[in-house]
């Protein structure tokens, strides 16, 4: 950038002066000669054909080796190893099915299935029972489709709910939701030993009872269940503790009895279509009783007038209704499923009967008898939070992400699929036992009226003991598991290093199990099992998962909304508002289940994110919470670090260096249209531009050009700052601005800066600038933006397709693969084709190079067609030698003429027209010099071609003044010119580059949208000659380009194949 004030600094300054001629000059020349001969010892290792990028590819990888290097990248976290142990068998890679379905399967059908769904639809009715499980379906599939999306954002490492949270919403929600899962996951496993010994003790061997009969004291019930569930958790520790490839291969046999059970409930469902007539409850009025043997259930039966009129005395309700056996299981042919359609909720203590009637219902009298009552008060949202627990499981797909062949496609695939079966077997069961059992043996939860028999294993065929047999083993499966799952995922968190008083539990023993986590959860299993209620414990931890996918669901709403350039799953069927749909039924149902419970889980959840924020390790990962703070205002400010951004938050801070005329007004308009359509990043955009003089004196000059350069901002929908400094030299003012713009976190990373078009005409300054600039970005390790050709480019208002082709030589952080993604959000390049160009050296495998540049693009989730260019390592042409003369003797005749400014720039433009006309093809691209035409209507357009770059032929109205201009001394140093000089080889190898690659792109992106390339690092020594001539290499180099965008990165990554 360069004000037009600059002008006067020609008029201070010699080109060169007389007194370096002669003896001087030729010793200059002897060492420049020594220097070269040195570099080219130092770079004989690079290819002729990138030779240009040589200071480059010193620091920075070619292409080839980035993609060989991440081609075969390792997708998990490196676990703690033993150094003497052997090293590990590689791990399978699993497929959909294997990988993810059916662990899922495994994980979602659980205890509640069998021994507690038939209650559910009993006292919620066929209506309230589908739309229990209906909400609890949906819930899991809103968040399996936010928790889709945040899997194939990238490589997700083995970690489930705990990754994706913590490096999607930071550390602080992420330790909070991690914890909540791991105690959600230890719970579940004490519901599934008490359901386990519920089912023994209950169901198959009631003789087994400790504290005796606990048909008739429920507190009996629940202290056997406590004991033998102790029991068992110290069985199942210990399996866990010395065989964990035990649990591996009991999971199988678990999946394979959950899959048999449930088809045996659905054969037996269809094979008693008719009903059956091995099951009669006796019925006394509408109330149901219990321990009435069948053949005893009449009124003339002494059995009965002994338990109801003791001493001669008869209860009421016995005098006043009859006894009868009615059928338990009736079958979908009885109709029965209408007298199940509407709910029976209870009150505790109240009986089971048919209708409402409060005489039916109401315990008038303080004798029980034999009739069977309601051991809790229900409700809908009661019953939501019991039934709640059967739909969990979902993340044991992304909890496998690193067995798996391709996690992106295999974790949404085999996750929604598996919750689309359990659905629809859920469903479908709730509407089946409507219509098959009657309503008072739906809702004997026990089986009591039945002689303690389980409803669901005598309704399956052939026989109860499938489903008693096939529910035992796989409850004991889901236990095992979740106690093998719950350590280790206390060992992810404790290393994390994110909650200091867990760094205990974070070492493993010497075979590597994580046997201290292993004993924690063991304590919090047994205080689970100490409730001795699987009514208690299946609310509880409902909770504790309803908080884990409501924050799957924010973690995905919030990326989504932030719009960060790391977002973009592969997973494309989401959105934001399907995210916080799923959040709003999370914390819905966890109120209405049961509020207290719900402040256990909330609070719990608070604590522990307040502790990981004052006392816990700072971590950076990229998360959403970060990315969010960059676009707050003060208080965002003061929580954003000093220092760059993770790579998964970086995003283009753009700083715009606009030139300004004499009248005050941007030179370069569509500056600000590239910097809008950027601006898809979401980052943050200033614009500045300097003015030479003296602060004091045109002060109000700088308002004024600061309120027009906020106008065009404005007209362009340019959204940022800017402002305007005032400096005694160009060059210093940019180099301050560079330095100095941005508070904090929002300093700009990226600059953008026009291209001087009129750098030969308007001598030295415009390039020593420009050199100076760019020399400066560097040293602050910005990115740096070059767009030529800038007239060209499309408005914001404009659509355009085609392609934009990004020819990638050299990897400096992956800015060239973030800049068109970024560019393709906005509507003006939304239909363009990305393509992708590299450059294969002579030792590359160009085939299997673009096979892993493919590879890298698909982990990256861009979409572009990759073509690997191979470049011949030919001769140097006599072409590139001549060009190269050309070039080194138009600066010898600078140095030798004391021409004055417009006499320098006509000789010049003589002898490059002249090379142009004798040895190249014209090329079709002009790339005019872009001043604001509508504040210079009033020059001729004579002036306005003085003031551009035409590569055709030399410009028209300086044509006869050039031929003219030939004087006496200007043949003399065209005479001086044609002696044979041989060039410097230093200069013909980057030349040679230069056209080479010139020649290569022009072919294949000649028609291209918009053409993206490395910019060349420019000299490192601060000569004119070396400057002048790294200026027309960049112009050969884009020759024949009509709209180019030339990038030089910051020396950091700015993208990443990570979620």
């Known amino acids: 950038m360069q004000n037009n004030s600059a002008k006067d600094d020609s008029d201070e300054m010699e080109i060169i002066s007389s007194e370096h001629n002669g003896t001087v000059h030729d010793t200059k020349n002897e060492d420049s000669g020594d220097i070269h001969r040195a570099e080219e010892n130092q770079k004989s290792n690079i290819d002729p054909n990138l030779y240009l990028y040589d200071d480059d590819l010193e620091t920075r990888p070619h292409i080839s080796t980035f993609i060989s290097s991440i081609a075969n990248y390792e997708n998990t976290i490196p676990a703690a190893t033993d150094p003497d142990a052997k090293p590990p068998a590689p791990s399978a890679r699993m497929g959909t099915l294997i990988g993810v379905f059916l662990p899922c399967i495994q994980n979602i059908f659980g205890v509640i299935l069998f021994i507690r769904l038939t209650w559910v639809v009993g006292t919620a009715g066929a209506v309230c029972g589908f739309l229990i499980v209906l909400t609890c379906c949906c819930v899991t599939m809103l968040t399996a489709i936010s928790m889709s999306a945040i899997a194939t954002n990238g490589v997700v490492p083995a970690g489930g709910s705990y990754f994706m949270i913590s490096r999607s919403l930071g550390p602080e929600f992420g330790g909070a939701v991690g914890m909540l899962f791991y105690t959600g ?27 005796g009969d606990f048909t008739k004291d429920a507190d009996a019930m629940y202290n056997n269940f406590r004991v033998y569930g102790t029991v068992l958790l110290i069985f199942m520790g210990l399996i866990v503790f010395v065989g964990v490839k035990f649990v591996n291969k009991f999971a199988t046999v678990a999946l394979a009895c959950v899959i048999l059970s449930i088809i045996a409930v659905y054969v037996g469902i269809f094979d008693n279509i008719h009903g059956n007539e091995k099951l009669y409850m006796c019925v006394l009025g509408k109330r149901l009783l219990k321990d009435i043997p069948i053949d005893n259930c009449t009124k003339d039966d002494s059995f009965m007038r002994d338990i109801y009129c003791p001493n001669n005395k008869c209860d009421e309700y016995y005098l006043n209704n009859n006894v009868s056996k009615v059928k338990g299981i009736k079958g979908l042919a009885s109709g029965v499923f209408y007298d199940n359609i509407w709910p029976s909720f209870l009150e505790k203590g109240q009986f089971i009967s048919y209708g409402h009637d409060s005489v039916d219902i109401e315990n008038i009298g303080n004798e029980s008898y034999n009739q069977i009552m309601a051991d809790i008060t229900t409700t809908f949202t009661l019953l939501i939070g019991i039934f709640f627990p059967s739909v969990t499981g979902i993340m044991a797909g992304s909890n496998r992400s690193g067995d798996l062949a391709d996690a992106q496609k295999s974790i949404p695939i085999g996750t929604i699929c598996a919750i689309l079966t359990t659905s629809t077997v859920y469903l479908s069961s709730v509407l089946f036992f409507a219509g098959t059992v009657d309503n008072l043996l739906l809702r004997d939860k026990f089986g009591q009226s039945i002689g303690g028999k389980l409803v669901v294993a005598n309704i399956a065929w052939p026989n109860q003991w499938v489903i008693l047999i096939g529910s035992f083993l796989s409850t004991l499966g889901a236990g095992l598991q979740s106690l093998t799952g719950a350590p280790r995922l206390l060992q992810a968190i404790a290393r994390d290093e994110i909650i200091p008083f867990l760094a205990p539990f974070a070492k493993s023993s010497k075979r590597g199990e994580p046997t201290r986590a292993l004993l924690l959860t063991i304590v919090i299993c047994q205080c689970g099992i100490l409730l001795g209620n699987v009514d208690l414990l299946a609310p509880l931890l409902s909770m504790f998962f309803l908080m884990c996918y409501g924050f799957v669901n924010l973690a995905c709403a919030v990326q989504t909304l932030l719009r960060t350039p790391n977002w973009r799953p592969r997973f494309k069927f989401y959105h934001w508002s399907l995210s916080l749909i799923g959040l709003t039924l999370c914390i819905s149902v966890m109120i209405m289940t049961s509020w207290y419970f719900a402040l256990i889980a909330m609070g719990m959840a608070i604590v522990i994110y307040k502790y990981i924020e004052y006392r816990g390790a700072e971590k950076e990962w990229g998360d959403g919470i970060r990315g969010m703070a960059l676009t707050a205002a003060r208080f965002s400010l003061l929580r954003l670090e000093e220092g760059p951004p993770h790579t998964k938050n970086w995003r283009p801070q753009i700083l715009v260096l606009s030139k300004l005329n004499d009248n005050l007004l941007p030179k370069y ?257 002009r790339f005019a010099d872009p001043t604001i035409e509508e504040t210079q209507n009033h020059e001729s357009h004579n002036d306005e071609k003085r003031n551009s770059v035409d590569s055709d032929a030399p410009e028209e109205t300086d044509a006869p003044e ?68 790294y200026m027309e290499f960049l112009e050969v180099l884009t020759e024949g380009l009509e709209k180019v965008l030339m990038v030089r990165g910051g020396g950091r990554e700015v993208i990443t194949i990570y979620s």
């Not at 359901?195 to 023994?200: K, L, Q, T």
């Not at 003089?693 to 901002?713: E, F």
């Not at 041989?982 to 190898?989: I, T």
């Open 185 to 211: 996951t230890t719970l579940a496993a004490a519901m599934y030993i008490v359901g386990a010994v519920e089912i023994v003790l209950t169901y198959m061997a009631p003789w087994a009872s400790i504290f």
């Open 669 to 925: 308009r569509k500056i600000f249209s590239f910097a809008t359509q950027l601006k898809a990043g979401k980052g943050l955009t200033i614009c500045v531009s300097v003015l030479k003089g003296d602060h004091t004196k045109i002060a109000n000059k700088a308002v004024d050009a600061k309120s027009t350069l906020r106008k065009y901002m404005t007209d362009e929908k340019v959204k940022g700052f800017c402002d305007i400094l005032v400096a005694q030299q160009i060059g210093e003012g940019l180099s301050s601005v560079i330095q100095t713009i941005g508070l904090g976190g929002m300093k700009p990373n990226t600059v953008i800066i026009g291209w001087p078009y009129s750098w030969r005409q308007e001598g030295r300054n415009s390039w020593r600038t420009f050199i100076q600039t760019v020399r400066t970005v560097a040293a602050c390790h910005m990115a740096l933006m070059v767009p030529k050709g800038i007239n060209f480019y499309p408005e914001s208002n404009h659509k355009i397709g085609g392609n934009i082709d990004i020819w990638w030589i050299v990897h400096d952080g992956g800015l060239l693969m973030l800049l068109p993604f970024l560019l393709k959000q906005h509507r003006t390049w939304r239909n363009c084709k990305l393509r992708i160009f590299t450059v294969a050296q002579i030792e590359d495998n160009s085939i299997q190079m673009k096979k892993d540049l493919k590879t890298f693009l698909y982990h990256l989730r861009i979409e572009a067609d990759v073509e690997v260019v191979e470049m011949n390592n030919s001769d140097i042409s006599a072409y590139t030698y001549e060009r190269t003369l050309m070039m080194e003797q138009r600066n010898q005749m600078l140095r030798a003429l004391g021409l004055n400014k417009k006499e320098n720039s006509k000789v010049v433009q003589t002898i490059v027209d002249h090379h142009y006309d004798a040895t190249r093809t014209a090329s079709k691209v």
């Open 962 to 1029: 050039t031929t003219s201009s030939k004087d006496e001394s200007t043949e003399k140093a065209d005479s001086k010119f044609k002696s044979n000089v041989k060039p410097d080889e230093f200069n013909v190898r980057r030349m040679h580059t230069a056209i080479k690659l010139n020649e290569v792109i022009v072919e294949k992106s000649q028609d291209a949208q918009l053409v993206i390339m490395n910019l060349p690092g420019p000299p490192r020594e601060v000569r004119a000659e070396r400057e002048s001539n």
